[in-house]
């Protein structure tokens, strides 16, 4: 009789954790504080605006400071403002076609929001009776300051809605404001009587006897009463008496502002008010208000043409960036956790799962991080992809690393398609125009590619018309022209900027990419001195392009 085998007990794979913060199992115990983390949680650095690339870490820093301060934290979620509600509103859409300037209400909106959401917040106000309760007591404190009772009454009109989830209470804000533009457009017509503004804003209808300026005029003095003085006084209220000492201190969290949750026409207006509102709000000292937002939407932030003062929003700006030092503390940490979970005793940096260092092969660490955009995310991704070659075992060999490599970097491309589609569609169809490109990759090289880009223009598959059509025009006007930097500027800044396309620099002919050296591709005079190019290493793999004949560039 054949002798029964015991059945070993399954190797549980050995990696560095989630990629996203949200599905992250060691994010709680393996979180690196690093200098980023220590200034947005500072309560007295006034950086207030987190802006970064996909996969650098904003989230992950937010979710830390609410971790670590349960009790002081609000989360406000996008998706729980009915922004779509508010982008799909005929007022909206009326008053545009009016070319109305519609910041007063959208700033107003934004602090109503956040000043409910504090109140609520601090004195956990969750029913009538609370809501109730919390007047008297302010009243009674403030009562013989009439400029505070005055304030107040603001949140009397609320009535019903003040404990309402927060979708609840913007939709019946948004509602009041149409009803009021409804009324107005009704103009001179029988009292009582409609106004379909859906059909006016198709139409272009005016009414009475007004030029579309005077009606313009008359609709822009609603929209600016909006700003309501007794809400901003309230922000007095706020700072002098609700959050006034700092046992009281706030955070508030907004993140996922990169998510598809608004009409994409009023997307950029919203994010610049919310800034402005915020901007407002440093005037409550207990208060800290954290707005994290991808680089490619803040870049596209229009402060300058409503007056917004845009060197005072990026002066509160703080930029997510990362050094090699850095990622290596962070990959050793959770190298660390990760095998103390597995019960392992003899991992304590990051050298202790990688191979060592030799004259043939090099450095591991610096051989993945040069393929990596210096993010978080992509460090981990390379990690955890090559964890998956080595069945449970939590040292890595170079064959891991190389077999690892073809499938990140695949995963890599898509990644950066995904993060740029949103400002780009179709941009992936200008990285496959690199497919098999040579390792260095001359002006007349690149040249004949971003011909090629031009001609999507004519494929009526392609997604990208609009964008495609304003970055390759310079082709087609100066088609023929000795001035190569002229005609394709446009397109080796934007490819440069998201990160695909590097340069060869200098006599030590060093390779620089723009997490190196942001807006480097910005001034026509730099370019005009680059001779040479490279496809980002994250990406080589995916597109074929040779290593082997570039090693002296790597």
């Not at 018309?465 to 005609?487: C, H, N, S």
Request: net charge negative; glycine share 6%.
């Amino acid at each position: 009789m054949a002798r029964s085998r015991s059945l070993a007990r399954p190797k549980m794979d050995f990696n560095l954790g989630g990629e996203q913060a949200e599905a992250d199992p060691l994010l709680q115990n393996a979180f690196y504080e690093s200098t980023h983390y220590g200034v947005l949680s500072d309560r007295n650095d006034p950086k207030c605006f987190i802006v970064g690339r996909t996969g650098s870490g904003k989230s992950a820093i937010l979710s830390r400071i609410e971790e670590a301060h349960p009790d002081h934290v609000i989360r406000i979620n996008p998706e729980d403002l009915s922004l779509p509600y508010i982008a799909d509103l005929q007022a909206v859409s009326f008053l545009d076609s009016l070319d109305i300037q519609l910041d007063p209400f959208f700033i107003a909106l934004w602090k109503h929001v956040l000043l409910i959401e504090i109140i609520r917040h601090r004195y956990r106000v969750n029913s009538p009776l609370a809501k109730q309760n919390l007047l008297t007591s302010l009243k009674e404190r403030l009562g013989r300051d009439r400029s505070k009772s005055v304030a107040l009454e603001y949140l009397d009109e609320f009535e019903g809605k003040f404990w309402c989830e927060t979708d609840e209470r913007v939709k019946d804000i948004t509602r009041k404001f149409e009803e009021q533009i409804s009324k107005e457009a009704a103009g001179s017509l029988a009292t009582g009587s409609t106004v379909s503004l859906k059909g006016a804003t198709s139409s272009g209808t005016t009414y009475g006897e007004e030029t579309k300026a005077q009606q313009a005029a008359r609709f822009q003095r609603i929209v600016n009463e909006t700003q309501l003085p007794r809400l901003n006084k309230m922000f007095g209220v706020l700072d002098e008496d609700i959050l006034d000492s700092a046992q009281y201190y706030r955070y508030v969290i907004i993140d996922d502002l990169d998510r598809d949750w608004a009409d994409g026409r009023i997307l950029n207006d919203l994010i610049r008010c919310l800034f402005r509102a915020v901007v407002d709000l440093k005037r409550v000292r207990n208060l800290k208000v954290l707005v994290a937002l991808r680089t490619n939407i803040f870049e596209h932030l229009d402060f300058g043409s409503t007056g917004g003062q845009e060197e005072k929003f990026r002066s509160l700006t703080y930029q997510v960036r990362w050094s090699k030092l850095d990622l290596e503390d962070l990959v050793s940490i959770r190298a660390q956790e990760a095998a103390g979970q597995r019960g392992l005793q003899d991992i304590g940096t990051v050298k202790d799962i990688l191979p060592a260092t030799n004259a043939t092969r090099g450095n591991a660490f610096e051989y993945i991080l040069r393929r990596t955009l210096m993010r978080p995310r992509d460090v981990l991704a390379f990690f955890n992809e090559a964890f998956t070659h080595a069945s449970g075992r939590h040292k890595l060999t170079w064959d891991m690393i190389h077999a690892a490599e073809r499938s990140y970097s695949s995963k890599r491309l898509l990644a950066l398609r995904d993060e740029w589609k949103p400002s780009y569609p179709g941009i992936d169809s200008l990285f496959n125009l690199f497919q098999s490109a040579p390792p260095v990759i001359t002006r007349e090289n690149l040249g004949e590619i971003l011909d090629d880009a031009a001609l999507l223009l004519g494929d009526t598959r392609f997604e990208g018309m609009r964008w495609l059509m304003e970055t390759a025009q310079p082709i087609w006007d100066f088609y023929g022209d000795d001035d190569w930097v002229k005609m394709y500027l446009p397109l080796v800044k934007l490819l440069y900027n998201i990160g695909f396309l590097g340069c060869i620099k200098g006599r030590a002919r060093e390779q620089v990419f723009a997490h190196q050296e942001p807006g480097l591709a910005d001034q026509p005079s730099a370019v005009r001195n680059l001779s040479e190019f490279v496809v980002h290493p994250a990406f080589r793999a995916a597109l074929d392009i040779p290593e082997e004949n570039a090693k002296k560039h790597r």
